[in-house]
């Protein structure tokens, strides 16, 4: 069987006159090989359409460079986590380690002791400068000890003031600025 020129219009990309058309058509009808070769081509001409059209998109490269970008910050966060942990990894082993340096060269009992020992030490302070401020206070006529009473009281009375009003003043705005949002 002669394919020609039937099996060369097979590929032509301009539509083929109507005659010509025809007798592909009917070649076609009578010769397998074609025919599988008009199937096979027109495959690859679907795919290579499909593979043209998923070309990327105008753009594409700006949202990869965005992207680009919160990768890299996402693991600018990762190593600034990583940082922490390590550091708080270290103070904690040199922690453990003074822990067991502590055990090792004085018993737990010492240790206690010691530590026991610190706080009183601290607990002393408070109380001798306590003591102090009293014998200050006893030192003063009364009067003057009440007057300073009153003075303290009202100081500390309008610090609370001012802090409660701050706070409060704060969360106001914290709640006016979150409306304004709306
Ligand atoms: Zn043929």
Redesign the pocket.
Same mark, same amino acid.
Do not use: K, L
């Given at each position: 069987?002669n =394919?020609q020129p039937?099996?060369s219009w097979l590929y032509e990309d301009t539509p083929l006159p109507a005659a010509q058309a025809e007798e592909l058509r009917q =070649?076609l009808q009578t $010769?397998p090989? $074609?025919r599988r070769q008009q199937e096979a081509w027109l495959n690859v001409r679907h795919m290579l359409r499909t593979t043209e059209a998923a070309r990327p998109q105008p753009g594409f490269s700006n949202r990869w460079q965005a992207g680009l970008e919160a990768r890299r910050l996402r693991q600018q966060r990762r190593q600034v986590r990583i940082t922490i942990l390590a550091l708080a990894g270290a103070v904690l082993l040199v922690l453990l380690g003074l822990l067991i340096y502590f055990a090792l060269t004085s018993s737990f009992a010492d240790l206690f002791a010691s530590m026991i020992g610190t706080s009183t030490q601290v607990a002393v302070g408070l109380v001798q400068i306590g003591e102090f401020f009293q014998s200050l206070l006893r030192f003063l006529p009364p009067e003057v000890t009440a007057a300073a009473w009153f003075i303290i009281a009202s100081w500390i009375c309008s610090l609370c003031l001012a802090w409660v009003l701050s706070v409060w003043r704060i969360s106001r705005k914290g709640v006016s600025s979150h409306e304004e949002l709306h």
């Open positions: 069987m =394919h039937f099996n =070649h $010769c090989d $074609c």
